[in-house]
């Protein structure tokens, strides 16, 4: 209830102590028979994500789809939904390397611009570039999917070396 009652209040850092406390209290070994601790994960994450935290904010949803009971899972996702779309990753190159910084985030932000249209520029310009860089000093997970969304943007050359470093029996690897 204080977690929720500062968040409302617009109070987040008194909000994220509030809710940070519940989980440690979870860890800890007390009893949560109403699923507290799960809750709080969510509710973190909406901190993060008001104070304009986004990688944050999708990391802590990620964390709560896998602690959550079905509802809460359904809720992670639509939240993670949300701040995929409400992130302008072409103009805050900033909030986009927060997300290529994490690895469960940078595969996440992968497939979120696989099924969505690539954003042009900021794929072809920042995003791609970026992942082969990342892929000089070592393999990159999903090269198969960098590929697609090397292919879907026109970039023929750069689909053919990510094809090449991914898994040649990948459907996607193979369909490109």
Not at 4 to 20: G, K, P, S, V
Not at 35 to 42: D, E, F, N, Q
Not at 63 to 70: L, V, Y
């Amino acid at each position: 209830m204080l977690g929720m009652t500062r968040l409302r209040l617009e109070q987040y850092d008194a909000a994220r102590t509030a809710f940070e406390l519940v989980k440690s209290m979870a860890i800890a070994g007390a009893a949560d028979p109403l699923g507290l601790a799960p809750a709080a994960t969510g509710w973190l994450g909406r901190v993060f994500y008001k104070k304009g935290e986004t990688a944050a904010a999708a990391r802590t949803y990620l964390d709560f789809f896998k602690i959550g009971d079905d509802e809460q899972k359904s809720s992670a996702l639509q939240s993670l939904e949300t701040v995929f779309k409400s992130t302008d990753f072409a103009s805050d190159t900033i909030k986009a390397e927060a997300f290529m910084q994490d690895g469960l985030l940078r595969s996440v932000m992968i497939v979120w611009f696989l099924d969505h249209a690539p954003q042009g520029e900021f794929t072809t310009g920042w995003l791609l570039p970026r992942l082969a860089a990342m892929a000089a000093s070592g393999p990159v997970p999903h090269a198969d999917r960098i590929a697609w969304l090397a292919y879907d943007s026109g970039k023929m050359e750069e689909d053919e070396k990510w094809a090449a470093m991914a898994d040649q029996e990948q459907p996607m690897t193979l369909w490109v």
